[in-house]
């Protein structure tokens, strides 16, 4: 039984940052690649950004390019989302995911397998 937990979410103003972590259980974490997504309201889930399984490889969407900075820790089985320079329409619940194969680090929403239960951002203007 595969388990993420996220966390570090909250209340912010435009321009300043947070950072979120995904704890994870219950399998080989460090042998797969991650994923965040976020779904704002009445839109679809949308690719953040994804690192692959050692770390040394990221993706990142184009909206968030230059702001957002994924990162992993093997040895504490977390992975890391700092979100800098946030604006209005970063409002979203944001979500982490495990891979379904080990080295797919698609932007799809079926190219990950495991998810966790969300974690929300606002930012105010």
């Known amino acids: 039984q595969v388990q993420l937990v996220e966390s570090g979410g909250g209340l912010v103003q435009a321009g300043g940052s947070l950072r979120l972590s995904c704890a994870a259980s219950?399998?080989?974490?460090?042998?797969?690649?991650m994923g965040w997504f976020r779904r704002a309201p009445g839109k679809e889930r949308e690719f953040v950004t994804a690192?692959?399984?050692?770390?040394?490889?990221?993706v990142y969407a184009d909206s968030v390019k230059g702001r957002f900075t994924i990162s992993r820790d093997n040895a504490k089985n977390t992975v890391y989302l700092q979100m800098n320079s946030l604006k209005p329409e970063d409002t979203a619940a944001y979500y982490c995911?495990?891979?379904?194969?080990?080295?797919?680090?698609?932007?799809?929403?079926?190219?990950?397998?495991?998810w966790g239960q969300g974690t929300q951002v606002t930012v105010s203007s």
């Open positions: 995911a495990v891979a379904a194969a080990r080295y797919d680090m698609g932007r799809s929403v079926s190219s990950y397998a495991y």
């Open positions: 219950g399998r080989t974490f460090s042998s797969y690649a």
């Open positions: 690192i692959s399984w050692g770390g040394s490889r990221t």
